[in-house]
């Protein structure tokens, strides 16, 4: 069976579980579960950029998706104009110290010669402007944290539409790629790969420890969002209007004293159904762009270089090619996909939690995502996105399900039956585990493995 053949059937497959959803649990969980589908598949689109691509084994996806998220937080939230106040100016000045030590760091490491004198130039500067730095920074932050910190604590962000947050997101992930990649990209592979982790390990410690930047683990919640909230759609005519035209049979055959009642619960329902299917429409917008430029790029010359780094680096350098710089480059460009999705699930969730940022869920799944749909090709990543999430999710209910039916002759307080209800939440690793040996087992590559091309 062909690359496409096998695609649409894995697609067709995803649709047909989507259906079973909406009719055994509801509308809007399937709708739900589409679109947390549709924001992994972004993200498996970016590892698969850097790993599929050029061969980097990035693990440090966690971080890439939290900077996507703290550009949601920093884009649409209001600004605190009392923190701002209390704090703003010494901390402009801590971070024009930072910069400026920076700068001076760069030039002592490029005019000074090699040896002791220029170790002693670097670290003189380097202490200096740390000192310098937390002299104004310190007092700021505790300035800022002390306004109001039930409710905010920090300083705010530019008050824009939060869809601004999306393209600030990537920004922000590319942004702190090119930091990483001038560090950790010279490294050997299985070093890079820790080293990654390492990094996104710090980067969420940074913003669960500093209340000042997004509130650290207090949260930030009740974030704007780019589509009608369910409320103002259950109060406009047309949107009542619109409910009670669809579902004209439904409500014809009540009697009068239960019209009203019905068409106030048919609102209700078709109002976060309504929400989520704007969402749908939005993240299946981005995800098709995203998967559109991927296909261009890897079909393109500079798509076939990656491609021979990726097989062999050494070749490739002998024929003159700057690896360094190109492994650069994906990696900057997959992080800022990354860092779109990341900024997407927060603008779904409507919170910012850095506590909920873990390697099982923005590292293992999403790589599980590309091995599964077939690394090196981008609908595989998308269709392994689509797998994954939706298997992940719905394991647990299924599995209730199941026990259900095998212990309905049971007493519900039974020791047995009691035992398998509580284990089912553990039913999601052995799933994914499972279905991982499966797909190694039978398909090496992935349901729809690379397409090399001559």
């Known amino acids: 069976m062909s690359g496409r053949a096998r695609a649409a059937v894995g697609f067709a497959v995803v649709a047909a579980s989507l259906l079973t959803v909406g009719l055994g649990q509801s509308w809007a ?23 599929g691509y050029a061969g980097l084994f990035n693990v440090g996806t966690m971080a890439f998706a939290a900077l996507g998220g703290l550009a949601a937080v920093l884009v649409s939230q209001p600004p605190v104009p009392a923190a701002l106040a209390a704090g703003g100016a010494k901390l402009l000045l801590a971070t024009a110290i930072t910069c400026l030590t920076l700068g001076l760091v760069w030039v002592a490491c490029r005019g000074l010669p090699r040896g ?18 937390r002299t104004f920074f310190d007092p700021a932050v505790k300035a800022i944290e002390a306004v109001n910190p039930a409710a905010s604590g920090y300083l705010g962000g530019l008050g824009l539409p939060i869809i601004l947050s999306w393209a600030v997101g990537g920004l922000f992930a590319a942004g702190a790629a090119y930091v990483i990649g001038r560090i950790a990209l010279g490294l050997r592979a299985d070093y890079f790969a820790i080293a990654t982790l390492g990094i996104s390990e710090i980067v969420i410690a940074v913003l669960k420890n500093e209340d000042w930047l997004a509130r650290g683990v207090k949260n930030v919640t009740g974030l704007d969002r780019p589509v009608p909230y369910e409320i103002d759609l259950q109060r406009a005519a047309w949107f009542q209007e619109l409910v009670r035209s669809l579902n004209v049979g439904t409500l014809s055959a009540l009697p009068e004293a239960e019209h009203a009642a019905m068409l106030r619960e048919l609102v209700i329902e078709a109002a ?24 261009r790029a890897l079909r393109s010359p500079w798509g076939r270089m990656m491609r021979a780094i990726r ?25 800022a996909v990354v860092g779109v999705a990341g900024a997407m699930l927060v603008t779904l969730d409507g919170q910012f939690t850095p506590n909920s940022y873990n390697p099982l869920r923005f590292t293992f799944l999403i790589w599980v995502m590309v091995i599964i749909g077939g690394s090196g090709n981008n ?54 585990g499972l ?18 091309r001559y």
């Open 311 to 335: 097989d062999n680096e050494t070749a490739a350098e002998a024929l003159g090619k700057d690896v360094f710089h190109r492994h650069m480059q994906v990696f900057v460009i997959g992080s």
């Open 435 to 452: 279905i991982l040996l499966l797909v190694m087992r039978f398909s090496p590559r992935g349901v729809v493995p690379e397409t090399v």
């Open 272 to 295: 976060g159904i309504f929400v989520k299917l704007c969402y749908a429409g939005l993240f299946t917008l981005v995800l098709l762009v995203i998967l559109l430029l991927s296909e």
């Open 116 to 133: 002791r004198l220029r170790a002693f130039g670097v670290t003189a500067v380097a202490v200096t402007g740390y000192f310098a730095t």
């Open 379 to 432: 609908l595989g990543a998308v269709l392994g996105g689509f797998i994954v999430w939706l298997s992940w999710i719905e394991a647990e209910p299924l599995s209730l399900w199941v026990i259900e039916v095998l212990t309905s002759a049971m007493t519900p307080d039974d020791p047995v039956r009691m035992h398998l209800v509580e284990a089912a939440a553990h039913v999601r690793q052995i799933l994914m």
């Open 29 to 51: 969980v399937s709708l739900a579960v589409l679109n947390l589908c549709l924001i992994s598949a972004v993200m498996a689109l970016g590892v698969n950029i850097q790993w």
